[in-house]
Structures are given as C-alpha cells and as structure tokens.
C-alpha cells in the first residue's frame, strides 16, 4: 500500500507554470524625463574604488565647490567620498590632497 501511494503520487500533474510577473514600480523606478531612478545607488571610495556598503557609518561624502576669480561659487563642485577604512587609518587628509591635486584643484607650488 505504501509503494503504491508513493508511486501515484510521483504521476501526479506537474503545475503549470507561474504566469509571467506584472512589471511594479520597483523594478525600474523613472522621473517624468522617463531616465531610469534608483532608489538606492551604492557609492565607491574615491580612493581606493571600493563599493561603500550602505551600514557604513564612518564614510563620509565631501562636496568641493569650484569658485571663480573673485572667489564667488560658481554653482558647481567635485564630489569626493571618503570610505571608513581610509579614516580609521588616518589616511583621508593625505587622499583628499590627492585627489584635489589630480582634478587640478590643489597645487604643492610656494
């Protein structure tokens, strides 16, 4: 008895398969503009191209805003993100002097 309801349940149907997904509005989130928005966008240290986990706490992201010859903001700026491991070490000063010395915003002239 116990063979035989093993082997008619093996005969069984297989279900069908699901019917395709309805497409929500989380699959691809997009403005008025129709450009695709995420909801969250992962950000890379500057220094070292490394993906900043979002429960990092000790990153921080710098804005260096471009100035005109009189020293007015000009309405646009560099972004810099910075991750934990490169202040824990005490190494984000030296970095962020860097990477300003290569967009050109910092020289080491007298």
Same mark, same amino acid.
């Given at each position: 008895?116990?063979?035989?309801?093993?082997?008619?349940?093996?005969?069984?149907? +297989?279900? &069908?398969?699901?019917?395709?997904? %309805?497409?929500?509005?989380?699959?691809?989130?997009?403005? #008025?503009? =129709? /450009?695709?928005?995420?909801?969250?966008?992962?950000?890379?240290?500057?220094?070292?191209?490394? +993906?900043? &986990?979002?429960?990092?706490?000790? %990153?921080?992201?710098?804005?260096?805003?471009?100035?005109? #010859?009189? =020293? /007015?903001?000009?309405?646009?700026?560099?972004?810099?993100?910075?991750?934990?491991?490169?202040?824990?070490?005490?190494?984000?000063?030296?970095?962020?002097?860097?990477?300003?010395?290569?967009?050109?915003?910092?020289?080491?002239?007298?």
């Amino acid at each position: 008895l116990a063979q035989g309801s093993e082997r008619s349940r093996s005969l069984l149907p +297989l279900r &069908p398969p699901p019917a395709p997904r %309805a497409r929500s509005h989380f699959d691809a989130m997009q403005n #008025e503009e =129709g /450009r695709i928005v995420d909801l969250y966008l992962p950000r890379k240290c500057s220094a070292t191209n490394r +993906l900043i &986990p979002a429960k990092e706490h000790g %990153a921080v992201q710098l804005n260096v805003g471009q100035v005109d #010859e009189n =020293g /007015r903001y000009t309405g646009e700026f560099y972004t810099f993100a910075l991750a934990g491991f490169i202040r824990s070490r005490g190494e984000s000063d030296a970095c962020l002097n860097r990477l300003l010395h290569e967009k050109g915003l910092l020289t080491f002239s007298k």
